[in-house]
């Protein structure tokens, strides 16, 4: 029995022992060997931009498959780079650091009126329109607003001052209606947030608001939208472009816009491309469907030059 | 090493076992709790370190991913140096492209690249432990991915030094904190030691006064509050009423409602529910200690009621003892082996052997073989039989032949049946001896009845025959015939004579009563006998005490007596030898003695019982009668003495300085006691103021 007793105090001593050490093997490094390193060039390759709608990551997550789709459907070296503002994205698209620019309407006709640009396809968005339009949004207990007459001495909270659907098409809508900016008891911008508008409408802070067609879906899990009501639509007007800088060749371009064209969305290998990218497929287009924009620009008093 | 540590173990005082024991487990267990512990806590420090080193550089990661797209490297630059400038023990950061250029780092004066071969995401172990010259370094390993994308890779070290500093903290405050708790339960260990075996050395010392002798201990403790005073009782007959020494409990006889004079430990269960149990009983030695009390109190109890019974028994054994060595008789005990059990002290002298000499041994072994069988047979009888048996036995000894009357009986015992053998034994020489006598004196008596009837019988056709003679020696005148006459008549006249004797010694002559001086007929008959004896160089001596008072008797027939005597011893010494003639008063037993020795041949032991008997005699035929002494015997028993002779006589009786004769012989004493009369008052006592001896 002590024997017993003496072997299992022998066991509990090894054993507790045996937990002193920390047991991790380490590798030697020497920190002090240094030498100077260099960073090597990269290959050049065409540059991709999408209009930094987005943080860089969201760009990247959302168009990188598309840019390796058409980087192996070319044989062309594309590369995605990230502009950090739209500015920049006009500035690099103008000194030549992007070749194929994704961008709104607007800066499409900017970059083609300034660096000559040229648009290549455009996209059908997720709800198979290539265009897109504003709405005017008001309470739907607020009776004083019923006819985009009524909105005169409203106070009016629009998306962002370069918001398309959010502010330019509804202001265009109001100058063809006889409504000015200074129709309005204020104009307010959310901060470029589609969301911000139709809750600062709903709740009575504003009695009208301008939001993109479809924004309302986005709210729907937040509010009951059925307090929103549609005062009026504007006009459609074409939506994102894809443009070419004119330093490309016509036989690239060709690649890239047949490329895109040849993308469906029923293919199961392009729709996570296309889930990815958040739209459904590609149209062939032209510098001349942008005419509208050109006009709503004078209309408005907006600088597209 | 096994055999020891117990022995050390063994010699330790329980304190001290108790105290080690516990300190000993104290330290085994808070060591062991302390390092499974420290080591939990250090394991728990590191992972802690290491999960903070990952997180700073996933974080870093998923921060650097849009200064990687955008290309930005002031800002990547920005980040990290931030990271690295922020903690003090991150010693370096730096950031890898997907191809592994170095986009960044925090080193100045140049990169060290050997960072660069290792940790390039396939251990399997995370963080990568590095040995530099800056100590242990964990290097992190985080990609940068956006999607499914890597973008890059984030390395980050991260000093293990803070690691171990805080680790070694935290074990010195376990290291501290287990002695702290060891300390203080070593204290407790040593109180709780002291509370136990304080208790114990109590008990031990009651204990060792136990075995002193001294049961008046007191191992238990002193209560606060006794039974009276919790149930508040008077009763002060009650036996536990006062008794602060004692549970109640304990006690018998005790005078609570509940007890029913039940003792311990049948009230148990009523005391159980007791206010005063519950309120003091104590812990397990508690209980021993006052049991202990309890039984030292019993035990004395005990002890004294058997010192009484002993002190009982041993007056009764002594008393016992005392009588069986008192006693005469044999007394012995055999058990059914007979073998001795007990013996006697007159059974041990008389057989000249110690008491242990024959305690436990059988006859075989003390007596001789015959009379060892003979015994066996005989006490074997009785053992199966049952019967006693009662006999008499003699047998020779140097000093005479000895008569026992023997008695055995079988010892029955309640439940064995005869478990042994009682003998008594009792010397019955001298009642054999007086026996012997008295059938002697009956036959004397007989004899001298039937001498006294013959001798009147003859007496008359003696006188007849005598006086006829006489007439006849007167009447004739032929000298023949004359001759023959005086021959009848002086053979009558013997016969006359014989006759005359016999019929004095079976009192049947006629007695004078008259005042006779001892000393004087003494004289007269020295005086007479002196001269002849003188012829045949005997010497008579007399020593004859002045304060003998004349007493009443026949004065002739005492003559007579003292001339027997004085013939005989001259008979006995024939030539050359002294007569020693000695008369004492003995007042105070009313007594003269006459004793009358000589330095004769003496007489032989077998003899002395006969020498009064009539007719024997040792002389040669025609020397004597033999009916001298048997006179003598005659008349001093007419006087109411006693006569008696002693061969050889002891020294007193003899003379002091007398010429011993070459035929000096034993010698032999008479002693003759003679009655005074009871109206003389006689006060002196001899010239040594002792008293006479017969």
């Known amino acids: 029995m002590s024997k017993q007793l003496f072997f299992l105090f022998i066991i509990l001593s090894l054993f507790l022992l045996s937990s002193c050490g920390q047991g991790e093997d380490s590798i030697e490094v020497s920190l002090e060997k240094r030498e100077e390193i260099t960073f090597r060039p990269q290959l050049p390759a065409l540059t991709y931009a999408y209009l930094p709608q987005y943080s860089h990551t969201e760009s990247f997550q959302r168009h990188h498959r598309l840019v390796e789709y058409l980087s192996d459907q070319t044989d062309l070296a594309i590369r995605q780079v990230f502009p950090d503002t739209f500015d920049d994205h006009i500035n690099m698209f103008g000194q030549g650091k992007i070749d194929i620019s994704f961008s709104n309407p607007f800066i499409y006709v900017k970059l083609a009126n300034r660096f000559g640009a040229q648009a290549m396809t455009r996209i059908i968005e997720q709800d198979g329109m290539a265009e897109f339009r504003g709405q005017i949004i008001a309470r739907a207990d607020n009776h004083d607003v019923q006819t985009i007459e009524d909105c005169r001495d409203k106070s009016w909270v629009a998306v962002d001052p370069s918001s398309a659907g959010g502010y330019l098409f509804p202001l265009g809508h109001f100058v063809d209606r006889g409504l000015n900016l200074e129709d309005f008891r204020e104009v307010v911008f959310a901060g470029g947030r589609q969301e911000n508008v139709i809750l600062g409408v709903y709740a009575g802070l504003h009695d009208i608001g301008s939001i993109r067609e479809g924004s309302l879906r986005v709210v729907e899990d937040k509010i009951d939208i059925n307090q929103i009501k549609i005062i009026d639509n504007t006009r459609s007007y074409p939506g994102w472009v894809y443009a070419y800088s004119p330093r490309l060749t016509k036989e690239t371009v060709e690649k890239i816009r047949e490329a895109m064209l040849k993308l469906d969305y029923d293919n199961s290998e392009h729709k996570a491309l296309f889930d990815a990218a958040r739209f459904i497929g590609f149209i062939p287009s032209s510098d001349q469907d942008f005419e509208p924009i050109r006009e709503l620009s004078q209309k408005v008093g907006l600088d597209l030059d | 090493m096994t055999r020891i540590l117990p022995n050390i173990l063994r010699g330790l005082k329980l304190k001290t076992k108790i105290t080690l024991g516990v300190a000993f487990m104290l330290v085994f267990c808070g060591l062991g709790i302390g390092l499974i512990l420290s080591n939990m806590s250090s394991k728990a420090l590191l992972e802690e370190g290491r999960k903070r080193g990952m997180a700073l550089t996933s974080g870093l990661a998923f921060r650097l991913a849009e200064p990687i797209l955008a290309i930005d490297f002031l800002q990547m630059k920005n980040l990290i140096d931030n990271v690295h400038n922020q903690y003090e023990d991150v010693i370096y950061v730096f950031l890898t492209d997907n191809n592994g250029n170095v986009l960044s780092h925090t080193f100045s004066g140049g990169f060290p690249t050997d960072l660069l071969l290792i940790n390039l995401g396939e251990q399997e172990t995370h963080p990568v432990l590095l040995s530099t010259e800056q100590g242990l370094v964990y290097d992190f390993y985080a990609r940068v991915i956006l999607g499914e994308r890597n973008l890059g890779t984030v390395r980050l070290g991260l000093s293990r030094q803070i690691m171990d500093a805080q680790i070694q903290r935290q074990r010195m405050t376990s290291l501290f904190s287990t002695f702290g708790v060891v300390g203080l339960g070593i204290i407790l260990a040593l109180w709780f030691a002291h509370t136990v075996t304080y208790r114990l050395n109590r008990l031990r010392e009651s204990a060792e006064e136990v075995v002193r002798g001294n049961l008046n201990v007191h191992a238990g403790f002193s209560l606060e509050k006794n039974c009276w005073e919790i149930m508040d009782c008077e009763r002060e007959e009650c036996p536990a009423f006062g008794d602060t020494q004692r549970r109640c409990w304990y006690l018998a006889g005790t005078l609570c409602p509940d007890?029913?004079?039940?003792?311990?430990?049948?009230?148990?269960?009523?005391?159980?529910?007791?206010?005063?149990?519950?309120?003091?009983?104590?812990?397990?030695?508690?209980?021993?200690?006052?049991?202990?009390?309890?039984?030292?109190?019993?035990?004395?109890?005990?002890?004294?009621?058997?010192?009484?019974r002993e002190k009982t028994i041993s007056r009764q054994q002594g008393l016992l003892k005392t009588i069986m060595n008192v006693t005469p008789d044999f007394i012995t005990l055999q058990d059914r082996d007979l073998k001795y059990k007990f013996a006697s002290k007159a059974f041990c002298d008389y057989f000249n052997l110690r008491e242990e000499e024959i305690i436990g041994q059988t006859d075989f072994e003390i007596f001789s073989e015959e009379q060892a069988d003979l015994n066996y047979h005989e006490d074997k009888q009785i053992l199966i039989t049952g019967k006693p048996l009662s006999k008499e036995i003699s047998f020779n000894r140097p000093d005479g032949q000895?008569?026992?009357?023997?008695?055995?009986?079988?010892?029955?015992?309640?439940?064995?049946?005869?478990?042994?053998?009682?003998?008594t034994a009792r010397d019955i020489s001298m009642l054999k001896k007086y026996q012997e006598q008295l059938i002697q004196s009956q036959k004397m008596e007989d004899l001298g009845r039937l001498a006294g009837g013959v001798a009147h019988e003859i007496n008359t056709p003696l006188g007849i025959i005598l006086g006829y003679t006489q007439l006849l020696l007167e009447d004739i005148r032929d000298e023949d015939l004359l001759d023959d006459l005086r021959?009848?008549?002086?053979?009558?006249?013997?016969?006359?004579?014989?006759?005359?004797?016999?019929?004095?010694?079976?009192?049947?002559?006629?007695?004078?009563?008259?005042?006779?001086?001892?000393?004087?007929?003494?004289?007269?008959?020295?005086?007479?006998?002196?001269?002849?004896?003188?012829?045949?160089?005997?010497?008579?001596?007399?020593?004859?005490?002045?304060?003998?008072?004349?007493?009443?008797?026949?004065?002739?027939?005492l003559r007579q007596v003292w001339l027997n005597l004085l013939n005989n011893a001259a008979d006995a010494i024939a030539q050359d030898g002294v007569i020693y003639v000695k008369s004492k008063l003995c007042s105070h037993r009313q007594r003269l003695v006459v004793s009358i020795s000589d330095t004769g041949k003496g007489i032989k032991e077998e003899h002395l019982s006969k020498i009064f008997d009539p007719f024997f005699t040792t002389k040669q035929v025609g020397k004597g009668t033999g009916l001298g002494l048997s006179v003598s015997f005659g008349i001093i028993i007419d006087h109411g003495g006693k006569i008696s002779a002693l061969s050889p006589p002891p020294m007193e009786y003899l003379p002091e300085d007398f010429p011993k004769s070459d035929n000096f012989g034993p010698g032999t004493v008479f002693l003759i006691e003679l009655p005074l009369d009871q109206k003389e008052e006689i006060e002196t006592e001899d010239n040594n103021g002792k008293h006479c001896r017969t």
């Open chain 2, 259 to 308: 007890c029913k004079g039940q003792e311990y430990p049948h009230k148990m269960e009523s005391c159980r529910a007791c206010p005063v149990y519950k309120y003091n009983f104590g812990d397990e030695i508690q209980d021993l200690a006052e049991a202990f009390d309890v039984m030292a109190v019993t035990v004395k109890r005990h002890i004294e009621e058997l010192t009484e």
């Open chain 2, 402 to 423: 000895k008569w026992l009357h023997v008695i055995k009986v079988p010892v029955y015992d309640k439940v064995e049946g005869i478990i042994g053998l009682l003998l």
């Open chain 2, 487 to 557: 021959i009848i008549e002086k053979q009558t006249k013997v016969c006359r004579k014989i006759v005359a004797d016999l019929l004095g010694f079976s009192r049947h002559s006629q007695s004078a009563s008259e005042p006779v001086d001892i000393n004087e007929s003494l004289a007269e008959v020295i005086k007479l006998v002196e001269h002849v004896f003188s012829l045949n160089h005997i010497k008579i001596y007399k020593n004859l005490d002045e304060n003998i008072p004349p007493l009443t008797g026949d004065k002739e027939r």
